[in-house]
Every structure is written in structure tokens, then in C-alpha cells.
């Protein structure tokens, strides 16, 4: 028998190639392959695992709706598990942030808020022209590849990404902040050259571009800029969103309140697919199925999405939670980015990465790593940042076995360690229990 994965699944395959193992089964941190071994998960999904795999908080909810006889598929019909999940998102996200904003159910991936984000701002405007920041990453379908940074990615696309404009994130520029001074001067100047603006759409922390982290002060410039100017102003909190910085929104350390907000990824809280674009009331102007989607309110997803918020969001305990386990990994990997000459330790709450001068040492910590029993991925333009996201539910004694393997990978890699042999042969888990 043959790889049927190399036989028969596209070429575009991509995660499979770097973790080339057949997975079974998963807990919480934990993921199993076929052959028997066990994996702790500093990738998550790429940020749609925030609460673990199979959380049973969530999974048991799952099971007793599935086996109750309930709807599974409604389009946008109204069901029990929609108003459960609209309820607790109002009573447990909205208000107690005082956030108004309506609910639009898109389809359910990341990419489709972003497009319904895009479209109502030009809507509302009447302007065609959107502005977005280098290394930013919004999704793959035309609307939000033409406001992401990555050019392979751009040039999938095959066709020319316009209406839109690049601008510098912040410390884009040799790492120097600018403050958006291109920006203030740009909206100020009649000559400038740049079309006004629909909106501005802005990662408060670029996962996918190099886990690069904008200072609130600059996000807080951001927002004064945008509203002064009447630009609107979207914040893709798809991946940073839902706990993952340490707040239910990445946004609320910075104290700004976006016109837009799209979301996904980590939503559903169990890996489900689901995805909402957020916007101020009196941006409201869709007409009835001017967007729409045949899985917009995927039901199993709602249930799990309202069991997340009710489990982890009733209070602030989750957040005191996560600060802790934040703490413990930024100080974890400042230790190994010490290892690796001129790297340094990037990001925000449990969206976090070591920046390494070199692609390639990136690359091989995370080989090693794979080796070793600990999923970690690699992000930014060259894949030169180990991007290291676990569960936010994570346990403080998983969290300091995962950044054990990644430290030993990292010697291993440098060569400060003489025997590179993968820790996993001496680790190895089979058997009852696990699997
Ligand atoms: C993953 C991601 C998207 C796209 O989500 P999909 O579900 O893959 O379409 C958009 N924006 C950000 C910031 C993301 O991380």
C-alpha cells in the first residue's frame, strides 16, 4: 500500500509534509498518531484549538445535541442553538465590554468575514480604495488576498489584486516605529496621491506574518487616526481573537473600539467551522441575502461556540488563567531565544515566537521539534519565526514539558547539544492510556 496522501491529495498539501505522520487521536494538549506516538500541540490548530482538543466541556454538549433529534443545517433560520449562542454572546462578550455591535454569520471560514468586512465598507462608503499593512494575512479567497502581504500567496491569485494599498506595519521600517506618519500625512494631503480610503483592516497581532505585535499606543493612533478622517476601521481578530493575547478581543488592551470585526478560527471552540463579521449598528445597511452562504450557522457549531463562552467567559478567571501560562511562556522562550545568536522572543499573551536571523535555523528547530514529540510551526515571510501557540488551557506542567523539547531542539540545532539524537526515541509513549 502507497501514501495515499502522496497519491491521491493535491499538491497544495502543506502541513502534512513538515509533520509527516498519520494522527489519531487527541486531548487537550495532547495529539496521537497511528504508530503511537504522542505529541504535545504548540500549534492548535493554527489558532482554532484554543481550548484544546475534544475539550470535554464542550464535547459532552456536542454529543447530547447530536444524539437529541435537533437541526443540524438551517442556512440562516432561526433554531434553539442559534439564539442560545447569540444570547451568550450578547450577554457574556458584548455588554460586559460594552461593545454594540450586530452579528453577521458569514461562511464559516476566517476568509469569508474578511470578504463581508471589505464589501460593507465599501458599501457604507462608497469608496473602493482599502489600505492594509505589510505582513498582513486575511485570507486566501481574491477580496482578502488583495489586502495580504505574503507574494507567493499573492500570486496564486493569478489575476492582478487591486483597490488596495500596502502600508507599513508597526516598526516595518528597519524595525524603527513611525508612528504612521505615512499614514497622517497621506489622509492630510490632498496631493498625496491616494485615493481616500474605505477602511484601514489591521491585525492587532500578525500571526501568520511573523508574529509581530503592534504596540497598543500605535493601534490607539490607529483608531484616532480612522475616525478622524472617516475611515472605517477592521480589526481581524480571526487568530488573535477568542483569548488567544489574553482578552476575548486582541483589541481591548489597546482600548480602541473597531467599526469592523471578523472572527473565526477558535470561535466554535472545539475546531468546528464558524465565522462572524461584527460592525457598529448603523453600519447595517445589507440588504436581505446581499451576502449569504449555504453554512452560515453551522448548528453543532453553535453549540460548542455558546458552551466555550458560558465555560470559559463567565468572569475573568480564564484571562487570570492565561495571563499566567503567558508569563511562563514568554520567560521559556526568552531563555531559548538566548541560545540563538541575534533572535529575539515576539508577540502577545499565548500568540508568541522566537524571531531567528536565520530561515533555516527556524525551520530545523522545528523539525527537531517534530521529532521530539512537539508540533511547532514556522510563520513570517522566509517561515523565520518558530510560532508557538499552545491550547489556552494548556496545564503549566505541559507548558514547561513543551518548551523542554523546544529548548533541546534549539541546542540540537545550534550544535551546543553533541548528541542530536530526537528525544522522541527515549520519550516514547504507546500503549493503554493514550490511545
Ligand atoms: C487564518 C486567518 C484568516 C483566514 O481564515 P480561514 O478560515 O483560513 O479562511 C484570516 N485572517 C487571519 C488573521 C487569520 O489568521
Redesign the pocket.
Known amino acids: 500500500m502507497g501514501d495515499i496522501f502522496a497519491s491521491v491529495e493535491s499538491e497544495v498539501r502543506s502541513y502534512c509534509r513538515e509533520w509527516d505522520t498519520v494522527f489519531d487521536r487527541a486531548a487537550g494538549e495532547w495529539l496521537y498518531s497511528e504508530d503511537g506516538r504522542k505529541y504535545i500541540d504548540f500549534f492548535s490548530g493554527?489558532?482554532a484549538l484554543n481550548y484544546g482538543h475534544n475539550n470535554p466541556l464542550l464535547l459532552e454538549p456536542l454529543i447530547a445535541y447530536l444524539r437529541s433529534g435537533s437541526v443540524i443545517h438551517s442556512l440562516d433560520m432561526k433554531t434553539t442553538a442559534k439564539r442560545r449562542f447569540l444570547e451568550m454572546f450578547q450577554e457574556l462578550i458584548l455588554v460586559p465590554r460594552d461593545l454594540d455591535y450586530k452579528v453577521m454569520f458569514t461562511g464559516p471560514?476566517?476568509?469569508?468575514s474578511?470578504e463581508a468586512a471589505l464589501k460593507l465598507a465599501r458599501k457604507v462608503t462608497g469608496r473602493h480604495h482599502v489600505l492594509s499593512f505589510t505582513n498582513a494575512?486575511?485570507?486566501?479567497t481574491l477580496g482578502?488576498l488583495a489586502v495580504t502581504g505574503n507574494s507567493m500567496k499573492r500570486q496564486g491569485a493569478g489575476i492582478p489584486l487591486n483597490n488596495t494599498s500596502s502600508i507599513p506595519y508597526d516598526g516595518f521600517l528597519n524595525g524603527q516605529p513611525d508612528d504612521l506618519l505615512w499614514l497622517r500625512c497621506a489622509l492630510e494631503d490632498s496631493g498625496s496621491g491616494m485615493d481616500k480610503p474605505a477602511a484601514v483592516i489591521v491585525?492587532t497581532v500578525q500571526?501568520?506574518g511573523g508574529v509581530r505585535a503592534a504596540r497598543a499606543s500605535w493601534l490607539r493612533a490607529l483608531s484616532d487616526l480612522c475616525r478622524h478622517h472617516e475611515v472605517l476601521l477592521i480589526v481581524?481578530d480571526?487568530?488573535?481573537g477568542c483569548g488567544r493575547t489574553g482578552t476575548f478581543f486582541s483589541f481591548e488592551e489597546a482600548g480602541i473600539q473597531p467599526d469592523i470585526v471578523?472572527m473565526?478560527?477558535s470561535l466554535s471552540g472545539f475546531g468546528l467551522p464558524l465565522?462572524v463579521t461584527l460592525f457598529r449598528p448603523d453600519l447595517d445597511i445589507w440588504k436581505p441575502g446581499e451576502h449569504n452562504g449555504t453554512f452560515r450557522g453551522h448548528n453543532p457549531a453553535f453549540v460548542t461556540g455558546a458552551a466555550a463562552l458560558e465555560n470559559y467567559w463567565n468572569g475573568r478567571e480564564f484571562e487570570s488563567q492565561i495571563a499566567a501560562r503567558a508569563a511562563q511562556l514568554h520567560a521559556g522562550l526568552a531563555t531559548v531565544a538566548g541560545k540563538i545568536e541575534g533572535s529575539h522572543v515576539r508577540g502577545r499573551g499565548l500568540l508568541a515566537g522566537i524571531y531567528c536571523p536565520d530561515a533555516a535555523t527556524a525551520r530545523n528547530v522545528s523539525a527537531v521539534s517534530f521529532a521530539s514529540g512537539l508540533l511547532v510551526e514556522t510563520s513570517g515571510p522566509q517561515g523565520e519565526v518558530v510560532k508557538v501557540m499552545p491550547p489556552l488551557t494548556i496545564s503549566a506542567e505541559s507548558m514547561a514539558y513543551g518548551l523542554d523539547i523546544l529548548c533541546e531542539a534549539v541546542r540540537s540545532v545550534t550544535g551546543e547539544l553533541l548528541d542530536p539524537m530526537p528525544r522522541i526515541h527515549r520519550r516514547e509513549v504507546t500503549g493503554v492510556g493514550t490511545r
Open positions: 493554527a489558532g471560514t476566517g476568509t469569508n474578511v494575512f486575511h485570507g486566501m482578502a491585525e500571526g501568520e481581524d480571526v487568530q488573535a471578523c473565526s478560527k465565522a
